[in-house]
């Protein structure tokens, strides 16, 4: 009898320490199942940082690297200085002896090559000359090489169109020889989209129309050379 009471004692005890063994095992494993969650929680907090810096440094690299690529412009303008164009055109103007029919005026938007249109047509004629091909030659070239943007303008005088003549008005004259110069540029490969014409008639004159002298001056060509920091200045 007291044998078997014992045997029912350590019965009752193995059972405790099991169930306190297995509450022991079974915390050890939840402590240790919760460590390697935090473990890979780190690791991915870790490689979150690790990209995030890596993007930093890449859209730093970025951005430096659009910037630079935004300021060409600059670096166009510092190897084709305005100033550099300007004078190696009045050498050519000067070499070629067409002082007197061209000039080159700087402006605020660029600068300004001013023609005398029978350098360019003749009377009333739209057709350019054979003989002003190289000089536009010479200006296609600064245009094809350059950042600037080109409008050309037609200027009459303020005596009417003859009876008969191709144009009825110097409006329609006007525009029709800024269109021929731009499309002479086209033809030399200058892009399109930075090409621009417009016909003024005889309402830009430079000087009175009270004589031939002066109306002479009035009938020209302007060919603009627009800086991009104007058009952008102009755009926003």
Known sequence: MKKKRQEEGQSVWQRTFLDIMM??????????SMVTFEKIKLEQAAGSLRES????????????KEE??????S????????????????NYIESVNLKNFISVIETDKGFTIRIQDELL???????????????????????NNTPYNILVEGHTDDLPMKY????????EL???????????FINKGINPKKLAAAGYSKYHP???????????????????FISPEFMRKAMQ
């Open 75 to 90: 670096i166009l303008e510092d190897i084709h200085s305005k100033k550099e164009l300007l004078s190696g055109l009045v």
């Open 121 to 143: 047509f003749d009377l009333g004629s739209t057709e350019i000359k054979s003989s002003a091909y190289p000089l536009l030659d010479k200006i296609a070239s600064i245009a």
């Open 68 to 73: 630079s690529i935004f300021d060409t412009t």
């Open 23 to 32: 509450l022991l095992l079974t915390f050890f494993v939840l402590l240790m």
């Open 174 to 184: 006007s525009t029709a020889r800024a269109a021929s110069v731009v499309k002479y």
């Open 53 to 64: 810096f890596g993007m930093l440094r890449q859209g730093v690299k970025k951005e430096v």
């Open 206 to 224: 430079l000087v009175p129309n009270i004589n031939s002298e002066n109306r002479r001056k009035n009938r020209r060509v302007e060919i603009n």
């Open 164 to 171: 008969g003549a191709k144009y009825d008005t110097n409006w």
